[in-house]
């Protein structure tokens, strides 16, 4: 059984830093890519960071490109989202997730995508 949990959210002053991880359990870490949501209240779920299965990064959108960077540790099971210089319209819920297809090629993530979720952490940003 797939579980991921996330942690590293916290309440922050405009312009911080903060490291979220995604530790996962119950499938094989190097067969399946994953990715990093975020939902604001009343907004869709958008996708914020991916890592193929590979190990490469998918294109980060407009939004968090070059603040973002997402990292992977196979010997730890573990995901990580290093978010820089952050801005209050970065607040949201941050969920990790897992494609639900393994082995997928050129994988633009979107929620249907997703095979399992986290239970996700909060970041708060303050302007």
């Known amino acids: 059984q797939v579980h991921l949990v996330e942690s590293g959210g916290g309440l922050v002053p405009a312009g911080d830093s903060l490291r979220l991880s995604c530790v996962a359990s119950?499938?094989?870490?190097?067969?399946?890519?994953m990715a990093w949501f975020r939902q604001a209240p009343g907004k869709d779920r958008e996708f914020v960071a991916g890592l193929n299965w590979s190990g490469t990064v998918i294109d980060y959108p407009d939004s968090v490109k070059g603040r973002f960077i997402i990292s992977g540790d196979n010997a730890k099971n573990t995901v990580y989202l290093q978010m820089n210089s952050l801005k209050p319209e970065d607040t949201a819920v941050y969920y990790c997730?897992?494609?639900?297809?393994?082995?997928?090629?050129?994988?633009?993530?979107?929620?249907?995508?997703?095979?399992?979720w986290g239970q996700g952490t909060q970041v708060t940003v303050s302007s």
């Open positions: 119950g499938f094989t870490f190097g067969r399946y890519s």
């Open positions: 997730g897992i494609d639900q297809r393994a082995y997928r090629y050129r994988w633009k993530p979107i929620p249907s995508d997703i095979g399992s």
